[in-house]
């Protein structure tokens, strides 16, 4: 069944759902429902229920409490109200699936709950038209996205190999650093702390003297007196010391110190991708994005390959005839 409210008497009870992502500030929640409210006294709706989600991607469901809140009413027949106003289709959402759009569409209109677009240029009446123009601008929305994460994608590539931070803490012994659009000095970034202006740009630099000169210890110790993670660790917690969120040393902590090249100035990007909400994907070295030397490093270079150089004879695994081999010498030892 549709409402349709042109004409009634009596108004016609509607909810309405507004989402505002970062992308427009034409699609501010309060601009949304400016729209909607003139839409709704044109066609006779009385707005009984409003839904934000504020902040929040469109790529799927997940995080938009308001809107599954009002898919959850709809279903449970706990919704007072008989249409749903929505500024555009795009802000129903940006799903890469646009049988997913569809999907909690047909929800609400299988319990007689239509769903009107007040911004877009058709009517959404269940006609042959705006059903096309429908689907299209579903995969419009889609792509948006798609397209939009390619270009952020390739900005961020470019601003990595210039030597710029792409979120994510400094570590110990490193801080991040404002800088401006000439890469000139601006001010020491606290932790929790971001840039305001679009054109600022966030570098890492050494952090205090006795957190270097400890990341400095971490090393030898590992390299020079072969010491393990837990023991340096522990060395280092017996001593009172704490990492730079003032927590004690763990294994993880010093491995991490060993092992990440901002350490030597190295930017490396995209280990991980997690693109448009889909599922995490551990990438390849062949698609990490570097920039190498970029920033002021406080670890020597052959320090640091000579912990990875470790690193890998531990990871290393042996044949069944080297081990054979290995025991075979090491019983020919004990019996010369």
């Not at 500024?87 to 569809?102: K, L, M, T």
């Not at 890469?183 to 270097?212: F, W, Y």
């Amino acid at each position: 069944m549709r409402v349709e409210a042109v004409g009634a008497t009596i108004p016609v009870r509607a909810a309405q759902y507004v989402r505002m992502s970062t992308d427009h500030q034409k699609y501010s929640t309060e601009n949304q429902a400016e729209i909607i409210a003139a839409y709704a006294g044109r066609r006779n709706f009385q707005i009984v229920r409003n839904y934000a989600d504020e902040g929040r991607s469109g790529l799927n469901i997940a995080g938009r409490d308001s809107l599954k809140r009002l898919i959850e009413d709809v279903r449970s027949g706990a919704a007072n109200f008989e249409a749903i106003l929505v500024y555009d289709i795009s802000r129903w959402g940006r799903f890469q699936d646009a049988d997913e759009s569809a999907y909690y569409e047909f929800i609400c209109r299988e319990r007689g709950i239509n769903i009107h677009y007040c911004a877009e240029q058709f009517d959404n009446d269940g006609s042959l038209s705006s059903n096309v123009m429908k689907s299209i601008k579903r995969v419009m929305a889609g792509e948006y996205s798609r397209e939009l994460s390619g270009k952020v994608f390739t900005g961020q590539c470019r601003l990595i190999t210039l030597g710029y931070r792409q979120g994510g803490p400094a570590g110990y012994g490193l801080r991040r650093f404002l800088v401006n659009e000439n890469n000139e000095p601006k001010a020491p970034l606290a932790r929790g702390e971001h840039k305001s202006l679009q054109t600022d740009r966030v570098i890492l630099v050494p952090g205090p003297d006795e957190e270097v000169e400890t990341v400095s210890r971490i090393y030898k110790l590992f390299i020079l007196e072969h010491r393990s993670e837990r023991e340096i660790a522990t060395i280092l917690n017996g001593e009172g010391r704490t990492t730079d969120l003032g927590k004690p040393w763990t294994h993880a902590v010093i491995r991490q110190i060993l092992s990440n090249e901002k350490y030597i100035g190295n930017n490396v990007y995209n280990r991980v991708s997690y693109k448009l909400k889909q599922k995490r994907v551990v990438n390849d070295a062949d698609m990490w994005v570097r920039g190498d030397g970029v920033f002021e490093g406080i670890v020597d270079p052959a320090l640091f390959e000579a912990a990875q150089t470790i690193f890998a004879q531990r990871a290393r695994r042996f044949t069944n005839e080297e081990l054979l081999k290995m025991l075979s010498d090491l019983e020919g030892s004990k019996n010369p």
